[in-house]
């Protein structure tokens, strides 16, 4: 009898995290997500050959890759990509955020990884004047990595009125297009096209 209550709540378990690939009814059911942005405030630039200016990617860069997402939203589509019909921006939590990193140490020659407790612990911190609930989407950037021609960033749900982190995925894309802004763009783009799939996947085994 132990045994078979034993198997039971194994497989029981095991059919949980199954129809869970993604993550769970709390991201998959609001209609409205708040995209908070790319932070940057935790990110490493790995290869000195391909950042020779971390004050201006600091204090520019940082603010165009994300001017980038909102302003051409119909390439960086988070309502399709996430099946969302609302969308709402909150900008000013990240911009500040982004003012944190100290130029002289962005740029490193070694690999470089966040924890997905480090993720945590920064989302925890976002204090937004302009929303006190709801569905948070950001991505916390972890490292550009010049000499691997990629991008790396947890892609990360929240409960903005708790600040707990309700999914968080790392996901890698291929830097791409030409100059720096578009070149490391690419990368989140790349993100956001695997994202589509991945979400479409986790609905379909939800349902």
Known sequence: ?????????????????????????????????????????????IGSEGFSDPYDIKNRFFRAWNRLIVDEADKYNIRKTFRKTGLEYETTVIEERNKLPNENELVIEKEYELKEADVKDIVKKYKSEKFKEGLGLVFVMESFNKRASSGHMWVTFFDIASGEVILTRKYSGDARGFGLRNYWAGSVYDVFEQLESDYGKWLKKNN
């Open 1 to 45: 009898m132990k045994l078979a209550l034993s198997t039971f709540f194994m497989l029981a378990a095991f059919t949980a995290l199954q129809a869970q690939p993604f993550g769970d009814k709390k991201v998959a059911e609001p209609s409205t997500v708040v995209w908070y942005g790319l932070d940057f405030s935790a990110v490493k630039l």
